[in-house]
Protein backbone atom coordinates (compact mmCIF):
# COMPACT_ATOMS: atom_id res chain seq x y z
CA UNK A 1 0.00 0.00 0.00
CA UNK A 2 1.11 3.49 -0.51
CA UNK A 3 0.10 7.02 1.42
CA UNK A 4 0.79 10.29 -0.03
CA UNK A 5 0.14 12.81 2.73
CA UNK A 6 0.08 16.81 2.25
CA UNK A 7 0.39 19.24 4.86
CA UNK A 8 0.90 22.86 5.22
CA UNK A 9 -2.50 24.31 4.27
CA UNK A 10 -4.07 26.81 5.93
CA UNK A 11 -5.24 30.66 5.89
CA UNK A 12 -3.27 33.31 4.53
CA UNK A 13 -3.86 37.11 4.03
CA UNK A 14 -3.82 38.23 -0.21
CA UNK A 15 0.17 38.72 -0.77
CA UNK A 16 1.31 35.89 1.65
CA UNK A 17 3.19 32.86 1.45
CA UNK A 18 2.84 28.88 1.95
CA UNK A 19 4.57 25.82 1.48
CA UNK A 20 2.94 22.65 0.81
CA UNK A 21 4.48 18.87 1.02
CA UNK A 22 3.54 15.77 -0.18
CA UNK A 23 5.22 13.04 1.18
CA UNK A 24 4.48 9.35 -0.30
CA UNK A 25 5.42 6.39 2.24
CA UNK A 26 4.80 2.61 1.53
CA UNK A 27 5.78 -0.31 -0.91
CA UNK A 28 7.62 2.47 -3.54
CA UNK A 29 10.26 1.58 -6.05
CA UNK A 30 10.46 4.57 -7.86
CA UNK A 31 8.13 7.54 -8.43
CA UNK A 32 8.25 9.00 -11.45
CA UNK A 33 5.79 12.32 -12.27
CA UNK A 34 4.72 14.24 -9.53
CA UNK A 35 1.79 16.72 -9.37
CA UNK A 36 0.33 19.45 -7.61
CA UNK A 37 -3.92 19.79 -8.74
CA UNK A 38 -6.30 21.79 -6.99
CA UNK A 39 -9.83 22.40 -7.32
CA UNK A 40 -11.97 25.39 -5.72
CA UNK A 41 -15.37 25.11 -5.10
CA UNK A 42 -18.08 24.70 -8.07
CA UNK A 43 -15.19 24.04 -10.21
CA UNK A 44 -13.12 21.16 -11.69
CA UNK A 45 -9.69 19.71 -10.87
CA UNK A 46 -7.00 21.67 -12.14
CA UNK A 47 -3.27 21.17 -12.94
CA UNK A 48 -1.64 23.56 -11.10
CA UNK A 49 2.46 22.27 -11.57
CA UNK A 50 4.53 18.93 -12.21
CA UNK A 51 7.78 18.08 -12.08
CA UNK A 52 9.64 14.64 -13.84
CA UNK A 53 11.90 12.49 -11.57
CA UNK A 54 14.23 14.53 -12.99
CA UNK A 55 13.42 18.05 -11.50
CA UNK A 56 11.77 19.31 -15.25
CA UNK A 57 8.79 21.22 -14.16
CA UNK A 58 5.65 22.97 -15.76
CA UNK A 59 3.15 25.24 -14.81
CA UNK A 60 -0.29 26.55 -15.01
CA UNK A 61 -0.37 29.87 -16.78
CA UNK A 62 -2.54 31.09 -13.64
CA UNK A 63 0.56 30.50 -11.32
CA UNK A 64 3.94 30.85 -13.34
CA UNK A 65 6.15 33.18 -11.66
CA UNK A 66 4.30 32.75 -8.10
CA UNK A 67 4.46 28.82 -7.77
CA UNK A 68 7.65 26.97 -7.49
CA UNK A 69 6.85 23.24 -7.59
CA UNK A 70 10.06 21.61 -6.22
CA UNK A 71 10.70 17.38 -5.05
CA UNK A 72 13.51 15.33 -2.64
CA UNK A 73 13.65 12.30 -4.24
CA UNK A 74 15.49 10.69 -1.23
CA UNK A 75 12.25 11.36 0.76
CA UNK A 76 10.00 10.69 -1.92
CA UNK A 77 8.31 14.05 -0.99
CA UNK A 78 7.05 16.94 -3.46
CA UNK A 79 6.85 20.75 -2.20
CA UNK A 80 4.82 23.02 -3.68
CA UNK A 81 6.40 27.05 -2.76
CA UNK A 82 3.39 29.68 -3.41
CA UNK A 83 3.83 32.99 -3.38
CA UNK A 84 2.10 36.12 -3.72
CA UNK A 85 -1.36 34.21 -3.38
CA UNK A 86 -4.54 35.34 -4.15
CA UNK A 87 -8.26 35.21 -3.47
CA UNK A 88 -8.49 33.20 -6.60
CA UNK A 89 -5.94 30.79 -5.51
CA UNK A 90 -8.29 29.25 -2.84
CA UNK A 91 -9.22 25.73 -3.43
CA UNK A 92 -8.10 22.24 -1.94
CA UNK A 93 -4.33 21.26 -2.73
CA UNK A 94 -3.95 17.39 -4.03
CA UNK A 95 -0.96 15.97 -4.77
CA UNK A 96 -0.65 13.10 -7.20
CA UNK A 97 2.34 10.52 -7.94
CA UNK A 98 3.05 7.71 -10.91
CA UNK A 99 5.10 5.30 -9.18
CA UNK A 100 5.78 1.59 -9.31
CA UNK A 101 6.55 -0.97 -6.46
CA UNK A 102 9.25 -2.92 -8.11
CA UNK A 103 11.93 -2.47 -11.05
CA UNK A 104 10.16 -2.78 -14.51
CA UNK A 105 6.73 -3.21 -12.62
CA UNK A 106 3.66 -1.29 -13.68
CA UNK A 107 3.09 2.24 -12.93
CA UNK A 108 0.26 3.03 -10.91
CA UNK A 109 -1.38 7.01 -10.10
CA UNK A 110 -1.79 7.44 -6.40
CA UNK A 111 -3.51 10.92 -5.17
CA UNK A 112 -3.41 12.74 -1.65
CA UNK A 113 -6.15 13.39 0.82
CA UNK A 114 -5.88 17.06 0.00
CA UNK A 115 -5.17 20.03 2.07
CA UNK A 116 -7.31 23.36 2.58
CA UNK A 117 -5.78 26.45 1.19
CA UNK A 118 -7.95 29.84 1.85
CA UNK A 119 -6.58 33.46 0.63
CA UNK A 120 -8.45 35.60 2.83
CA UNK A 121 -8.33 39.03 4.40
Known amino acids: QVQLVESGGGLVQPGGSLRLSCAAS????????MDWYRQAPGKQRELVAD???????HYADSVKDRFTISRDNAKNTVYLQMNSLKPEDTAVYYC???????????????WGQGTQVTVSS
Open 96 to 110: RADLTHRSGGLQYQY
Open 26 to 33: GSIFSINR
Open 51 to 57: ITSGASA
